[in-house]
């Protein structure tokens, strides 16, 4: 009796090409872009090249080398694009932090995020080597809901730092726990998802041209997400809030394939958005300070911080001051984290800008084509909850710092300043490249195939 093909992989016969040849000349253009920016930013400010600036391509060059050494042996089949983007935005972000460190002496960041990103790198292996299937998280469902709600309610017992609580700091140390709980609460929507899309299609009582799911179905979910995003509100973590509905609302239309769930999800962020801003203080200002932004300077107080990032972003014009040639620090205390695209637009243009955004867009296209490619339900909507958080990310952010939507203040993946961020986004990628790995993998051989179903077992 023939042994039955796992659904996700490619037909018996075909020979798919690992490319990790390919991802290793992506990895050393990707080092040597941010080593060359590196360089650029002392020549720019002192005129001479870093002292350590061969020093500071080393380690980034070990970093990646070792991550593309747990990829080839552990999965060979996975994306070639995934971990060269990564490692090409994280520099970038440590050229940004580094340039910004010069002026401001007396707050250095640069050696701190190298610190965190060397964290990032070092769980992105443990991932890649340790989870041998995805569909083994789909076990842990709950138990990953109760770790992110836990996360998310811990920092309301700590002081607020900038009018938010989503800080915990033990003496030098802080982070903040929404970053962690984003992928657990992905994993949690993946799998409840996974298991009950049917009756969320199919199911329920239709009002006007809108079917909606039994209260038995869709009610555990509901509570967990209303739930979550209340914790947040209370906590003034806005941007956060506004992420896990716009992932909630995502990974609820791509189980049932169901558009209305999208202009539900419009008109409910609509109405919330509305309410908050009109109630809540500090939100409140915000939005005032997006709609006129330019408000104060009338008042005779100076350009504000929303203000002085649209005169970066101006003054950068086709192709930018050049690294290190910018005034974007005036923008003052959030320039290293909430507004490094406005350093970034200042300092290398419209063109420079371009880029980085095609590069986030490439990074979250990979992970849609990932995910689309299993014919696994949980994997399918774990790529594409994963790929999500980063796209939605990057539009709140830089939708915030270019003035198309009020300020949430929220760290760029990868890019900024914020040790949980980047260790989040660097497990973000461990487990795209996770999954791109089983989407692009041969069928294995008939002496794998019960390994295979007992992992595929032990997941459900």
């Known amino acids: 009796m023939t042994a039955p093909r796992r659904p996700d992989a490619p037909p018996p016969g075909i020979r798919v090409p690992k490319r ?168 949690f929507f993946a799998a409840y998802l996974a298991a009950n899309r049917n009756a969320l299609a199919y199911t329920g009582r239709r009002i006007w041209k809108f079917q909606f799911p039994t209260g038995r179905v869709l009610g555990p979910i509901v509570a967990i997400w209303l739930l979550s995003v209340g914790v947040l509100v209370l906590e003034r973590d806005l941007g956060t809030s506004l992420l896990f509905f716009g992932l909630f609302v995502i990974m609820l239309y791509v189980a049932t394939g169901r558009t209305g769930w999208i202009a539900v999800g419009l008109v409910l962020a609509s109405a919330g958005a509305f309410l908050v801003g009109s109630l809540e203080p500090h939100v409140h200002s915000r939005v005032q300070d997006w709609l006129d932004p330019f408000a104060s300077i009338r008042a005779g107080d100076g350009p504000g911080q929303l203000a002085q990032s649209l005169f970066a972003f101006a003054a950068g014009g086709m192709l930018g001051t050049g690294l290190g040639l910018g005034h974007s620090v005036l923008i003052g205390f959030a320039t290293k984290s909430d507004f490094i695209l406005a350093t970034a637009g200042e300092e290398l243009g419209l063109v420079g800008l371009t880029a980085l955004f095609l590069l986030y867009a490439l990074l979250v296209a990979r992970g849609y084509r990932a995910g689309l490619s299993l014919r696994d339900p949980f994997g399918r909507l774990l790529a594409i909850g994963l790929a999500s958080i980063v796209a939605l990310q990057v539009f709140v952010i830089a939708g915030g710092v270019m003035g198309l939507i009020p300020l949430t203040g929220m760290a760029m993946p990868f890019l900024a300043q914020g040790g949980s961020s980047v260790v989040t986004n660097w497990v973000i990628v461990a487990l795209l490249i996770r999954v791109s790995d089983s989407a692009r993998a041969p069928q294995p051989d008939a002496s794998d195939t019960g390994e295979l179903a007992r992992i595929g077992e032990g997941a459900r």
């Open 20 to 187: 990790r040849g390919v991802e290793l000349s992506l990895l050393i253009g990707a080092v040597l872009i941010s080593v060359l920016g590196y360089a650029e930013v002392g020549l720019a400010r002192s005129g001479a090249v870093p002292p350590d600036a061969a020093r500071y391509g080393a380690g980034l060059g070990l970093l990646a080398l070792v991550a593309h050494l747990a990829v080839r042996f552990r999965a060979p089949y996975a994306d070639p694009l995934l971990l060269p983007i990564a490692v090409l935005l994280n520099g970038l972000g440590l050229v940004l932090i580094y340039r910004l460190d010069l002026e401001t002496p007396k707050d250095q960041a640069a050696a701190t995020q190298l610190v965190w990103s060397t964290l990032g790198v070092a769980l992105f292996i443990l991932v890649v080597l340790l989870l041998r299937d995805h569909r083994t998280l789909q076990g842990y469902a709950y138990v990953s809901v109760a770790a992110a709600l836990a996360l998310m309610i811990l920092p309301i017992f700590f002081p607020a730092v900038n009018g938010a609580k989503i800080w915990i700091r033990l003496g030098g140390l802080s982070f903040q726990p929404g970053e962690f709980a984003k992928i657990l609460l992905a994993v």
